[in-house]
C-alpha cells in the first residue's frame, strides 16, 4: 500500500526503502503489542500451553502453565506490516514472505500437534517435520532460481571474487541452509528470550548487509556484488519489530513461548537472508549461538552414539548451564553477548577484500 501511495499519487519520501522499513517495524511492533496481550488470555483459557519434555531440568517444571504458539501472533504482524509496506514488483520480497507462511505452516501444524496431544513434546513425527522442511525449502530455492533468476556464484569472506559458480548446485546448498538454519534457531528456543534477542541481532546485521548489496555505490565501495534485493530489507524490519514487542512478554519470566510457529520460521528467513546476501558461510558468524546450539547437539549425540559418554550433562548447550545451576539469567545474557560481538565481527568483515 504505501509503495502504491508513493507511485500513484508521488509521494516521494514512501519511495525510499529506509523509510518503509521504519513505518513497517513500527506497524508491526504496534500489531504484536496488541494483539500478543489477547493471545495470551486466548491461550491460558484453552490450556494452549507448552508441554514439558520429562528430561527437562527440574526447573522447567515452573513453565508448564506458560502459553506457546506466540510465534503465529508476531508473524502474523510481520506479515501483515510487510504486505502494507513492500513493492510487490520485487520477486526478493515475494520469496522473503513465501518463506515465513511456508515454515510458519509447518511450525503451527507441530504446535498445534503438541497442545491437542499435551505429552511430552509429541509434535509432527520427527520425519514428517522434516521431509515439509525440505519440500518447502525446494520451494524457495527453486522460486529464487528458475523465478527470480538469481545469481548462482558462491561468494566467501574476504575475496572481491566469486569462489565458484554453482549452478544448479546452488539449489543443494540453498535448502541446506534454510532447513538448517531453521532447525538451529528451533532448539535454541529453550529459555526465555535466548533465541528472541540473537534473532534480532542476526537480522540486523543480515539487513545491513542486504541494504549494501541492494545500493549500487555502497556495494561498489565495498567490493560486494549488487543485486536488487533491499526490499527484503522491509520484511526483515517488520520481523524485528514485532520480535522487540514479542521479547516484552518474552524476557523471563516468560508469559508466552513462541514455539515452532516462530523458532522455524525465523531460522528459514535468517537463512533466505543469507542466501540473497550471499552470506551463507558468513551466516556462522552472524548465528553464532545457533551454530553452537546445534552443535552441542550433534557432539552430544555422536559421542553417545560412538562412545557410550556424554560431553555435556545435557543438551543443547544451555541445558548444560542449567545442570550447573547458572542462574537462567546468567545464561541467557552471556549468550546475547557472545551473539553481538560475532555480529560485530561479521560487520567488520564486510570491509575486509
Known amino acids: 500500500m504505501l509503495y502504491w501511495l508513493h507511485e500513484f499519487f508521488n509521494i516521494n519520501i514512501l519511495g525510499y526503502i529506509s523509510i518503509?522499513?521504519?513505518?513497517?517495524?513500527?506497524?508491526?511492533?504496534?500489531?504484536?503489542?496488541?494483539?500478543?496481550?489477547?493471545?495470551?488470555?486466548w491461550a491460558q483459557r484453552t490450556s494452549s500451553v507448552q508441554p514439558i519434555n520429562e528430561w527437562a531440568p527440574e526447573r522447567h517444571k515452573e513453565k508448564v502453565s506458560t502459553p506457546t504458539?506466540?510465534?503465529?501472533?508476531f508473524i502474523g504482524a510481520t506479515i501483515i506490516a510487510s504486505l502494507l509496506s513492500i513493492n510487490f514488483s520485487n520477486f526478493y520480497a515475494v520469496g522473503a514472505l513465501l518463506t515465513l507462511i511456508l515454515f510458519s505452516f509447518i511450525g503451527f501444524q507441530d504446535d498445534y500437534a503438541k497442545?491437542?496431544?499435551?505429552?511430552?513434546?509429541?509434535?509432527?513425527?520427527?520425519r514428517t517435520k522434516f521431509a515439509l522442511q525440505v519440500v518447502f525449502a525446494l520451494l524457495i530455492a527453486s522460486f529464487l532460481c528458475f523465478v527470480a533468476d538469481f545469481n548462482t556464484d558462491f561468494y566467501v569472506p574476504f575475496l572481491k571474487h566469486?569462489?565458484?559458480?554453482?549452478?544448479?548446485?546452488?539449489?543443494?546448498?540453498?535448502?541446506?541452509?534454510?532447513?538448517?538454519?531453521?532447525?538451529?534457531?528451533?532448539?535454541?528456543?529453550?529459555l526465555d528470550g535466548l533465541a528472541t534477542v540473537p534473532s534480532i541481532i542476526s537480522?540486523?546485521?543480515?539487513?545491513?548487509?542486504?541494504?549494501?548489496?541492494?545500493?549500487?555505490?555502497?556495494?561498489?565501495?565495498?567490493?560486494?556484488?549488487?543485486?536488487?534485493?533491499?526490499?527484503?530489507?522491509?520484511?526483515?524490519?517488520?520481523?524485528?519489530?514485532?520480535?522487540?514487542?514479542?521479547?516484552w512478554h518474552n524476557c523471563h519470566p516468560a508469559e508466552v513461548f513462541m514455539g515452532d510457529s516462530g523458532s522455524l520460521s525465523i531460522g528459514a528467513f535468517l537463512g533466505y537472508?543469507?542466501?540473497?546476501?550471499?552470506?551463507?558461510?558468513?551466516?556462522?558468524?552472524i548465528g553464532s549461538i545457533f551454530v553452537i546450539e546445534t552443535l552441542s547437539v550433534i557432539l552430544q549425540v555422536g559421542s553417545f552414539k560412538l562412545r557410550k559418554k556424554r560431553i555435556f550433562l545435557m543438551a543443547?548447550?544451555?541445558?548444560?548451564?542449567?545442570?550447573?545451576?547458572?542462574?537462567?539469567?546468567?545464561?541467557?545474557?552471556?549468550?546475547?553477548?557472545?551473539?553481538i560481538l560475532s555480529n560485530l565481527l561479521a560487520l567488520i568483515s564486510l570491509k575486509i577484500r
Open 203 to 247: 537480522l540486523t546485521t543480515l539487513s545491513i548487509i542486504v541494504y549494501a548489496i541492494g545500493h549500487i555505490k555502497i556495494s561498489a565501495y565495498l567490493l560486494l556484488p549488487h543485486f536488487n534485493i533491499g526490499e527484503v530489507i522491509i520484511i526483515a524490519s517488520a520481523l524485528s519489530g514485532s520480535l522487540f514487542a514479542f521479547l
Open 316 to 339: 543443547p548447550i544451555h541445558h548444560h548451564f542449567e545442570m550447573k545451576n547458572w542462574a537462567e539469567n546468567k545464561i541467557i545474557v552471556r549468550f546475547w553477548i557472545i551473539a
Open 273 to 285: 537472508m543469507a542466501i540473497i546476501s550471499k552470506s551463507e558461510v558468513l551466516l556462522i558468524l
Open 115 to 126: 497442545i491437542r496431544k499435551n505429552e511430552n513434546l509429541a509434535g509432527l513425527k520427527a
Open 69 to 73: 504458539m506466540g510465534g503465529i501472533v
Open 20 to 41: 518503509r522499513a521504519g513505518i513497517s517495524f513500527f506497524l508491526a511492533l504496534i500489531f504484536t503489542l496488541i494483539l500478543l496481550p489477547l493471545f495470551i488470555r
Open 162 to 190: 566469486p569462489l565458484i559458480n554453482m549452478g544448479a548446485f546452488s539449489l543443494i546448498l540453498w535448502i541446506m541452509v534454510i532447513v538448517g538454519t531453521s532447525n538451529a534457531v528451533n532448539l535454541t528456543d529453550g
